[in-house]
């Protein structure tokens, strides 16, 4: 139900951005929902990377994406962003969007905190 896209393949220093929308079926909107971004490299566990409140007041990212990534969401488009600059080769992993209804303006930073889950979109960095 949700569509992540925007992966590739980049040089390290450069960027990505990545997209992830609520299929129209689904008949969800983002408006109530607090949104993360994850990433699994090959041989690591998951990883949380970003998330954003239901109101997008509140932001949190790992201290390993500070101030190269950017994490935004528009309600009228139904879509969460990631925009990810100065990409370096750790940064290479399957990136998955997610989503969970939220009663309170919080960002939530687990995994198991999340219903809904992207197909998951492919970033690879090179040196």
């Known amino acids: 139900q949700l569509q992540a896209s925007g992966g590739g393949l980049v040089q390290a220093g450069g960027s990505l951005s990545l997209s992830c929308s609520a299929s129209?079926?689904?008949?969800?909107?983002?408006?109530?929902?607090?949104m993360g971004w994850f990433r699994q490299a090959p041989g690591k566990e998951r990883e949380f990377v970003s998330g954003?409140?239901?109101?997008?007041?509140?932001?949190v990212y790992i201290d390993s994406v500070k101030g190269r990534f950017t994490i935004s969401k528009d309600v009228a488009k139904n879509t969460v962003y990631l925009q990810m600059n100065s990409l370096k080769p750790e940064d290479t992993a399957v990136y998955y969007c997610?989503?969970?209804?939220?009663?309170?303006?919080?960002?939530?930073?687990?995994?198991?905190?999340?219903?809904?889950w992207g197909q998951g979109t492919l970033v690879t960095v090179s040196s």
């Open positions: 997610a989503a969970t209804w939220a009663r309170w303006d919080q960002v939530r930073g687990h995994d198991g905190d999340y219903d809904y």
């Open positions: 129209a079926a689904s008949g969800r909107t983002f408006v109530d929902y607090s």
């Open positions: 954003i409140s239901r109101s997008g007041r509140k932001i």
